[in-house]
């Protein structure tokens, strides 16, 4: 039997969404100098990198990017299994700026809590805040995302899977389940 595949988003709503997002975040922060956009490795990373080309399109300011490698400062290593670290790639230090953390999807919030513990390294921001593209429920930890693309209630046992362009080769978000 075959899982079924449902697209959640399209290449041209995951652009729209891009949009919205970086409009969200522009509206939310006083100084865009004092901005960091931290993406989450691997498609956090990526979606990071499209909010700041948006935000400079919106607003023509370039603002900071970091890419954050959370590998090590996860509690559940015995149950994925260690896979090779990428390295972190955060040129600045972080304290006193607005941090917007990004990832592709929220689910337990313990990728987020490794993330927060992992940002303690690059120094003390004044505020971290997130952005993820899809929240799709099932929290374990007390952290809520402040920027959400696409709210998406699922069963615990679903998958939603994001691709982008520059890692897959296409823009979607799917839901995989039975």
Do not use: C
Not at 164 to 178: F, M, P, S
């Amino acid at each position: 039997m075959s899982a079924k595949v449902v697209e959640i988003l399209s290449a041209e709503e995951i652009r729209r969404t891009v949009t919205r997002l970086a409009s969200q975040i522009v509206e939310r922060t006083r100084d865009l100098s004092n901005l960091v956009l931290l993406g989450i490795y691997s498609r956090g990373a990526l979606l990071a990198e499209l909010l700041a080309r948006q935000i400079e399109t919106l607003e023509n300011v370039s603002v900071s990017v970091g890419a954050l490698d959370i590998t090590l400062y996860r509690d559940d290593l015995d149950q994925i299994g260690l896979r090779t670290p990428a390295k972190s790639d955060i040129s600045i230090d972080l304290t006193g700026k607005t941090v917007v953390l990004v990832d592709d999807v929220i689910f337990k919030g313990r990728t987020i809590r490794a993330a927060l513990n992992a940002i303690q390294e690059y120094g003390r921001p004044e505020v971290v805040r997130l952005a993820v593209l899809v929240d799709r429920g099932h929290r374990e930890l007390p952290i809520h995302p402040d920027f959400i693309g696409k709210q998406l209630p699922t069963a615990k046992e679903e998958v939603v899977k994001v691709y982008l362009q520059d890692w897959d080769g296409r823009d979607a978000v799917e839901l995989i389940g039975d």
